[in-house]
């Protein structure tokens, strides 16, 4: 059995750790020069604030609504992420850190008799010990606990923060709820093409009929998919080297991103996990690269990939250094390619020592 812990609006719950009486109010994080929105507390959702939106365009809003407004604080959500971490471990060995505020967890060797009960312990350990909102899924696969775990966030107050995928019955059910672009995996231009094709929800995915196809425009990725969705357990969790010679953390954008803000976020966020990966394998870096993608069957250009590289002066594993490193690598990137849209991002670091 597989579980996503997935913290709750994870940037604006770090900030309420430490301000109390902000819960229950609206609270939205800026990206590091206050320019977009990042994050957003649930009651902010509620009076209208958009997920990126610049703050200037909706400073009348924030105002009218009382919402409180804080800067980013990477060095502090990658503290606290560490803190969710550890206090996950507790409850099995398997642990594969996925992001900042995201982890799967495997249970295969230990004896559980109630999941969803074993889930609520997790949970409540978590909102004690660390103060941070999570929400659990459990099943039979990492591609189905994921579903479930958007089951467990969407209806809090019927499932208390954990669903449990524990039968054909339920399974079902979830899928047919499961929208196809709410799937894991699932981009935005695979999407599209999935519309087109009368594939609306993840039920429909998985159908005998859809299988050739999913072969020609998916290929091995995407029959894995549907492997798991049909509750196969093909994607296990990610192998921990004894010693990594470096570390990756990359992710495709469901759009495509032009907006510095928005991309120095993602970078912020990429460069802190890796951090969190180093210390967590006792090692420091001395070299972080930065790169990004365009998407070649979107645009007429004749350069697709953009890198480039700062060697420290001295090996590091804070988050604030690196995070702060990558930033000044993507803002030379960036500067004379203003207008370029790029479909992914990524943080690497190498020349690790002890």
């Known amino acids: 059995m597989y579980a996503l812990v997935d913290c ?3 940037y604006a719950s770090c900030e309420r750790v430490f301000q109390p009486k902000l819960n229950g109010k609206p ?3 800026l990206s590091n020069n206050d320019g ?3 994050s957003r507390s649930n009651e902010a959702k509620t009076v209208g604030i958009p997920m990126g939106a610049p703050a200037f365009q909706i400073k009348d809003l924030i105002r009218e609504k009382n919402v409180h407004v804080f800067s980013s604080n990477y060095a502090l959500y990658g503290d606290l992420s560490n803190r969710v971490m550890r206090i996950l471990g507790q409850f099995t060995p398997n642990l594969e850190i996925y992001s900042i505020d995201e982890a799967f967890l495997n249970f295969d060797g230990l004896t559980i008799s109630d999941y969803h009960n074993y889930g609520v312990q997790m949970k409540t350990r978590v909102q004690k010990w660390v103060g941070i909102p999570v929400c659990i899924g459990f099943a039979e696969t990492k591609a189905l606990s994921k579903v479930a775990n958007k089951i467990a966030k969407k209806f809090q107050d019927r499932t208390k923060g954990v669903y449990v ?3 054909e019955e339920k399974r079902i059910k979830a899928l047919k709820w499961t929208k196809i672009e709410d799937v894991w995996g699932i981009g935005y231009r695979m999407n599209k093409k999935m519309k087109l094709k009368n594939i609306k929800t993840a039920l429909d995915f998985i159908q005998p009929q859809h299988e050739a196809w999913i072969r020609r425009e998916m290929g091995i990725v995407g029959m894995r998919l549907k492997y798991e969705l049909e509750g196969k357990s093909v994607l296990d969790l990610e192998p921990i080297a004894d010693q ?9 954008f469901p759009k495509q991103i032009a907006d510095f803000d928005l991309l ?6 990429f460069a802190s996990v890796c951090a969190e990966k180093l210390r967590k394998q006792k090692s420091c870096c001395h070299t972080i690269i930065v790169f990004l993608v365009v998407d070649k069957h979107t645009v ?29 690598i993507l803002r030379k990137l960036h500067q004379g390619n203003e207008t370029i849209k790029f479909k992914k991002a990524g943080v690497i670091v190498t020349e690790l020592i002890d």
Do not use: G, Q
């Open 36 to 38: 977009c929105v990042i």
């Open 165 to 167: 995928i524990d039968s």
């Open 244 to 252: 990594k010679k470096s570390i990756a953390i990359t992710r495709s």
């Open 300 to 328: 007429s250009t004749t350069k697709y990939y953009y890198n480039s590289a700062i060697t420290m002066p001295y090996a590091s594993n804070s988050t604030l250094t690196i995070a702060n490193t990558a930033i000044e």
């Open 264 to 269: 120095r976020e993602r970078i912020a966020t």
């Open 8 to 10: 709750n609006n994870f």
């Open 27 to 29: 609270v939205v994080i």
